[in-house]
């Protein structure tokens, strides 16, 4: 499976302010995705990040609050804006796979944000 | 809407027993079947992989599949301590089948979780 790295691992940050977390992978994928998970919660995901096109973005997640960039087929970023106390929670994001289906999703470690 | 139900648990075993999780789903054109471990504080980890109906073993794991019910199935036999985390089933709805344009899309359910008893 791919090697998938985020930063930071974890922040705490003031309401009114922004936080980009990367998502950096050992290998050349499509399709990378972006996910919250609220404490207690499941995943939910907030988009899709193809390189060379536009995020997807799922219902109640818009790109002015959640800005992401695909700069190339190994790198992601996702910007959480104008932060408030209910965008605390955890960010993972996750690679598509060819192994053992091309559906298969590996996830990084997770970005824990906390918003004070 | 595309649902993925599990019972949220906790399920409680004794070390030694089968833990059986259980998942249903509700689109009859879903796919493909994952189950994922999540460590609190961590991230989920792949742990099972089923696309076909009937059972598939992979050590201690068992995932059984039958579509005709919508039902997907994780069982854990000798369970250890260290089984103990939160287990997410996963679905995939085919090419394009998601909520969104991302064709490669798995909706996950709430998760399960699991405590063994030394």
């Known amino acids: 499976s791919a090697v998938i790295s985020q930063k930071p691992s974890r922040d705490i940050c003031q309401r009114g302010t922004s936080l980009t977390i990367q998502c950096q992978v050992d290998?050349?994928?499509?399709?990378m995705f972006w996910y919250r998970q609220q404490p207690g919660q499941s995943l939910t995901l907030i988009a899709t990040?193809?390189?060379?096109?536009?995020?997807?973005?799922e219902s109640g997640f818009v790109i002015d609050k959640f800005p992401i960039s695909r700069p190339n087929l190994t790198f992601s970023t996702l910007t959480v804006s104008n932060m408030s106390p209910e965008d605390s929670s955890i960010y993972l994001c996750?690679?598509?796979?060819?192994?053992?289906?091309?559906?298969?999703?590996?996830f990084g470690p997770g970005t824990r944000l906390l918003v004070l | 809407q595309k649902e993925v139900e599990q019972n949220s648990g906790p399920l409680s075993v004794p070390e030694g027993a089968i833990a059986s999780l259980n998942c249903t789903y509700s689109?009859?054109?879903?796919?493909?079947f994952f189950w994922y471990r999540q460590y609190s504080g961590k991230s989920p980890e792949l742990i099972m992989f089923?696309?076909?109906?009937g059972d598939k073993e992979d050590g201690r794991f068992t995932a059984q599949l039958n579509k005709a019910s919508q039902y997907v199935s994780l069982l854990i036999r000798d369970s250890q301590p260290s089984d103990s985390a939160t287990y997410l089933c996963?679905?995939?709805?085919?090419?394009?089948?998601?909520?969104?344009?991302?064709?490669?899309?798995?909706?996950f359910g709430k998760g399960t979780k699991l405590s063994v008893i030394p």
């Open positions: 996750s690679v598509e796979a060819s192994y053992p289906t091309q559906e298969t999703q590996y």
């Open positions: 290998s050349q994928v499509t399709m």
């Open positions: 990040a193809n390189q060379g096109s536009e995020a997807t973005y």
């Open positions: 689109d009859r054109g879903s796919q493909s």
């Open positions: 089923i696309y076909s109906n």
């Open positions: 996963a679905v995939f709805l085919g090419a394009g089948g998601g909520s969104g344009a991302g064709s490669y899309q798995l909706t």
